[in-house]
């Protein structure tokens, strides 16, 4: 079964960095494809970033490409969101979510499990 629990996450400057990391707790992540999401308040929940199960292959909403990069590491059933460069239109709460059917998107409604997410929250 998949559990998914999101760490990292907190208070940063503009201009700072965080590393979240989303660890699956039921060893079984290293098969699927994985996601970031994000929600601020008043708003709807958006795509930040994807990767393919086996790490390979990335994808990111235009709003953070070159800034933040995710990767998967397999052997720690754990993904990783580094957020570079961070601004303070990037502060909301940060979710990850598994794709056990390799759909690869960025619509949330293709992913089957999910974390409860970590709150991000950038000062300017």
């Known amino acids: 079964q998949v559990q998914l629990v999101e760490s990292g996450g907190g208070l940063a400057q503009a201009g700072g960095t965080l590393r979240l990391s989303c660890a699956d707790s039921g060893r079984t992540i290293q098969y699927y494809d994985m996601g970031w999401f994000r929600q601020a308040p008043g708003k709807e929940r958006e795509f930040v970033a994807g990767?393919?199960?086996?790490?390979?292959?990335?994808h990111y909403a235009d709003s953070v490409r070159g800034r933040f990069t995710i990767s998967k590491d397999n052997a720690k059933n754990t993904v990783y969101l580094q957020m570079n460069s961070l601004k303070p239109e990037d502060t909301a709460i940060y979710c990850c979510a598994a794709d056990r059917g390799h759909r690869g998107g960025a619509r949330s409604s293709e992913y089957d499990y999910w974390g409860q997410g970590t709150q991000v929250t950038v000062s300017s």
């Open positions: 990767v393919t199960w086996t790490g390979t292959s990335t």
